[in-house]
């Protein structure tokens, strides 16, 4: 697919599924993001994951406050 067939067909989801991301899932995702070029090659930047409903759900409500 070429790069301006993605532009154009690109969507915005607004709602997200209820089912869990599965953990090699997230894995590969994690991984990928690693070897991505950085600037200077400073790899200055962290992911956190979190997979716990109660968490999930106290952080976006912290986030619509």
Known sequence: MEL???LRTRRSIRKYKPDPVPQEDI???LEAARLAPSW?????WKF???????????LAKAGNE
């Open 4 to 6: 301006m067939d993605v």
């Open 27 to 29: 894995e590969y995702v």
């Open 40 to 44: 200077a090659n400073r790899q200055c």
């Open 48 to 58: 956190v994951v979190i997979t716990d409903e109660p968490i999930k759900r106290e």
